[in-house]
């Protein structure tokens, strides 16, 4: 079978069952595609070939003898910034271009038990801290393949470019920003950020959790079958959540009832318009939820981003990266940093206790009024992104003390939703006269994921969302 990378994840899992493909051959014709198409594309800062097929013929002999995991021989790819055991792990940094972990993340653990077979790692900025994926580790940027001068977003755009292009199934992503959704939107996949708590952070991260990870993936049905491996809180997790019921079996059922959703295309920036195509993908959604019985209900942006806001968010990213570069990278080897890292290891460097303390504050609150507004409400509707892909080299037009408002003003209905600690799914909406993807943003109550999942599935049933993926995916 040529087009094995055609088939959706659900469906080469059910012919690995069946025994109609071998997870050896299902995973050598991914690394054959990597191989060949993945020097454009920038999705891989590593391969593993040979310990990939190490582990694809342990699945196949587990699955000739009836058993293995619910991922058993499905090839996957981890984001850069979570650790695997003997393969090397650099965080997107120069500084740590050697390192190799001895041991795996908790979620990474959890996919190697499900039987996954693990071929490398997807590409990632240093330390994740921008909504492009570009570094010094790897020498060309991940690039959607809608358009390869123009970036596949951040920090998951790796993942994203590997799946759109099919060079995975589906993959290994995490948000803390966005970084699953704006990734998604520019490869015209499906991205799931899921509540806080469903799937556990690293051990002792922070009271203050923000990111998590999650799924990318072609369809709503493959996110949830990761999206359940991935949800079993590890022991001490102070916000494990299991959801009530499994989420791939939620997406096979419409919903029970209309919902009531809320939808603004505002970008709640001053001076900052909606790009005419984010308001097309946000619009055309509404059609297709109003049409399935759903209430829409065009809604101002309930919480703009004022300046105390947005100088929080800087400081939250800054005393982020600040941390992790101060943890992982010895003294001598941080000039090797990039130079917007080093500008926010600077600022966090400079926050004191009371200042990292008031920026929690000012966000808490925002996220606060967020969830106040949207009571009423079950799911809110808003474009993904504020246009289409962007090219490479915009951010670093202004130097990188401007780079912060130029990614927000492009990235600015998705960071409200990792402050609420709500599930997130971006779905494809449109492609427009040039063949650039938008998608739209669903925003569902918290730990209501399940809920969440059903709408998405649904209006994916509704939708021609494959139709305009499928040249791309047989290149």
């Known amino acids: 079978m040529s087009d094995l990378h055609e088939l959706t994840a659900a469906q080469q899992l059910a012919a690995l069952r069946a025994r109609e493909v071998g997870a050896r051959e299902l995973t050598e014709h991914y690394l054959a595609r990597i191989d060949r198409l993945d020097s454009a594309l920038g999705a891989f800062v590593t391969v593993t070939p040979e310990r990939a097929l190490e582990e694809a013929d342990r699945a196949d002999a587990q699955l000739a003898r009836g058993a ?43 996919l190697r038990t499900a039987g996954a077979v693990l071929v490398g790692k997807t590409n990632s900025p240093e330390f994740g801290a921008t909504c492009y994926t570009e570094n010094d580790v790897t020498v060309h940027p991940a690039v959607t393949p809608y358009d390869p ?13 590997a799946v759109a292009a099919g060079l995975l199934p589906l993959a290994h992503a995490s948000d803390g920003a966005g970084s699953i959704r704006t990734p998604a939107s520019t490869c015209h996949l499906v991205g799931v950020k899921p509540s806080r708590g469903v799937v556990s952070p690293a051990p002792g991260s922070s009271f203050f959790v923000t990111t998590t990870e999650g799924p990318i993936a072609r369809t709503v049905e493959d996110a ?77 942006v309930p919480v703009p981003y004022t300046e105390p806001v947005q100088q929080a968010i800087t400081a939250w990213f800054a005393s982020s990266v600040h941390a992790a570069a101060t943890a992982l990278v010895p003294a001598d080897r941080q000039p090797l940093l990039r130079p917007y890292t080093r500008h926010l290891h600077a600022l966090g460097a400079k926050s004191t206790g009371l200042d990292v303390m008031g920026m929690q504050a000012v966000l808490a ?100 969302w494959d139709l305009d993926r499928r040249v791309l995916g047989s290149r």
């Open 149 to 161: 001068g123009r970036y596949a977003s951040g920090s998951s755009g790796g993942a994203a470019a």
């Open 224 to 300: 949830a079958l990761l999206l359940d491996v991935m949800a079993q809180p590890s022991p001490g997790d102070l916000y494990g959540a299991r959801p009530a019921e499994s989420l791939a079996g939620a997406v096979a059922r419409d919903p029970d009832r209309p919902l009531r959703i809320a939808l603004w295309t505002d970008t709640g920036l001053d001076g900052v318009r909606p790009h005419p195509g984010a308001v097309d993908a946000a619009e055309r959604t509404a059609v297709l939820l109003r049409e399935l019985g759903h209430e829409v209900h065009e809604i101002a």
């Open 68 to 110: 293995g995991g619910p991922l058993c021989g499905l090839p996957l790819g981890i984001k850069d910034l979570f650790a695997t055991a003997g393969t090397r792990t650099t965080f997107g940094s120069a500084a740590l271009a050697e390192h190799v972990p001895d041991g795996d993340s908790w979620t990474v653990g959890l």
């Open 365 to 464: 609150g925002y996220a606060s009024a967020f969830l106040t507004a949207l009571d009423g409400y079950d799911v809110a509707l808003t474009p993904t992104t504020n246009g289409p892909p962007v090219p490479i080299g915009h951010y670093f037009r202004d130097g990188v003390e401007a780079e912060p408002r130029l990614m927000l003003d492009w990235s600015c209905y998705t960071p409200w939703v990792n402050l609420t600690g709500q599930p997130a799914v971006a779905v494809p909406s449109h492609l427009d006269d040039a063949r650039l993807p938008y998608g739209a943003q669903l925003v569902g109550r918290p730990h209501r994921d399940a809920e969440l999942l059903n709408l998405a599935a649904q209006l994916e049933r509704a939708s021609r």
